[in-house]
């Protein structure tokens, strides 16, 4: 497990998608648990993630995010100094801030949001479920788009499978990894 407290930290994967499909189309009580198949596609659990960053610690997690690109599959990355991951009975909500990397900031539109699948719809828009339109569970924002990051989409979902950011004017995924880093 991962130890910020110490010197041996080891990042540890939260997220992978290898290929876009439809596997991340999942229930609420199976992004709780967690779930990985054989061709690598991976979600660690809503559950531990909050565990593991519930903001109670010291020293507090960073989030990486490694995303490997469509057009050219070349890797970019998105970092951010903190990451917590609130309770259940907050749906899992996120604090996500402090971005550097290669990718663009994509995701601080995400801060604040709660986590959403098909069977619990916790974004803003009350005309759709983002998770059900997309594909897959996330923490989508609602706001007139469903968010400008989806790396847990379905390739053929509304939106896609994408990391978009001003700085970037958008990037479509071959596959896409999170992880927990000290």
Not at 35 to 45: A, C, E, I, M
Not at 66 to 81: F, M, T
Request: glycine content about 10%.
């Amino acid at each position: 497990m991962i130890d910020c407290l110490s010197d041996n930290c080891v990042p540890l994967l939260i997220q992978q998608n290898r290929d876009g499909s439809d596997f991340f189309n999942r229930s609420w009580a199976e992004f709780k648990a967690g779930f990985n198949d054989s061709r690598g596609n991976y979600w660690l659990g809503n559950d531990l993630l909050h565990q593991l960053t519930d903001g109670s610690r010291d020293k507090f997690y960073k989030l990486r995010f490694d995303l490997q690109v469509n057009r050219n599959l070349s890797w970019y990355y998105a970092e951010y100094g903190r990451f917590v991951v609130s309770s259940e009975a907050d749906g899992y909500k996120i604090l996500v801030t402090d971005y550097s990397g290669n990718a663009g900031d994509a995701f601080w539109y995400h801060d604040g949001m709660r986590f959403t699948t098909y069977d619990r719809d916790n974004e803003l828009r009350d005309d759709i479920n983002c998770a059900a339109v997309n594909g897959g569970g996330f923490w989508y924002t609602g706001n007139n788009a469903c968010g400008s990051s989806n790396v847990n989409a379905d390739r053929t979902g509304r939106e896609g499978f994408k990391w978009y950011s001003r700085d970037n004017g958008g990037f479509y995924f071959q596959s896409t990894r999170m992880w927990l880093t000290c």
